[in-house]
């Protein structure tokens, strides 16, 4: 059974700093995904990795995938308030592509 | 990428009534699932929506409780049934396809039971 963890819980973070939200996985997953959510909405699909060693950026986030240490990196350059948010990492298990989804990240990013 | 339209977006109900969530994609894909959202939490999977057979439950979720269909490639219906305060949450919908990338999600229903 494939299992998400995720880490940190809570972050808060002054503009213009940089930081990582760390998404670690239990067994095989041959995709991991990025997601963002705001209060009160639905999830906005940000990145999906599909092999070890792939990265993606979009603005200030950038992700990548290490599938022999099953770790997923959410690095985030400069913030800004606008990505004050939740993350959450997710990993398929199964041929149906179900998604298991990690604690999620709650991101404050003060002025 | 696959559009997906859910609703009701949100609704009060009284406990031991039901409530029926609609979920509509544009486009034929192959995978449905149904999640949960619990206040403040992550997303947790209720079930896998099949086409034309009973839908594949996940631990903890049964089908007296959340009776689901899926009577075409793009429409499912999850149904909260005798609903009690525990069952407050967001409801999403989510599709995609073994040989697409993406996994999208609908807009979410909020319940509130009272």
């Known amino acids: 059974e494939l299992k998400v963890e995720q880490n940190p819980l809570f972050l808060s973070m002054q503009e213009g700093k940089n930081y990582t939200i760390y998404c670690n996985y239990s067994?095989?997953?041959?995709?991991l995904y990025w997601y963002r959510q705001d209060p009160g909405k639905s999830l906005e699909s940000l990145f999906v990795?599909?092999?070890?060693?792939a990265v993606k950026q979009e603005g200030r986030l950038m992700a990548s995938l290490d599938t022999k240490a099953r770790l997923s990196t959410l690095h985030i350059t400069a913030a800004v308030h606008d990505l004050s948010a939740t993350y959450f990492c997710?990993?398929?298990?199964?041929?149906?592509?179900?998604?298991?989804f990690g604690s999620g990240t709650q991101l404050t990013v003060l002025p | 990428s696959a559009v997906i339209s859910q609703k009701p977006s949100r609704d009060i109900c009284q406990r031991g009534t039901s409530l029926t969530i609609q979920c509509q994609v544009d486009s034929q894909v192959t995978m449905m699932f149904w999640y949960r959202q619990q206040p403040g939490q992550s997303l947790t999977l209720i079930a896998t929506?099949?086409?034309?057979?009973?839908?594949?439950?996940e631990s903890g979720f049964v089908i007296d409780k959340f009776p689901i269909s899926r009577p075409n490639l793009t429409f499912s219906t999850l149904t909260v049934s005798n609903m009690s305060p525990e069952d407050s949450s967001i409801y999403l919908c989510s599709a995609g396809s073994r040989l697409k990338r993406e996994a999208f999600f609908g807009q979410g229903t909020r319940l509130t039971v009272v």
């Open positions: 990795l599909l092999s070890n060693g």
């Open positions: 067994t095989t997953s041959d995709r």
């Open positions: 997710a990993g398929t298990s199964g041929s149906a592509r179900q998604l298991t």
């Open positions: 929506a099949n086409q034309g057979s009973e839908a594949t439950y």
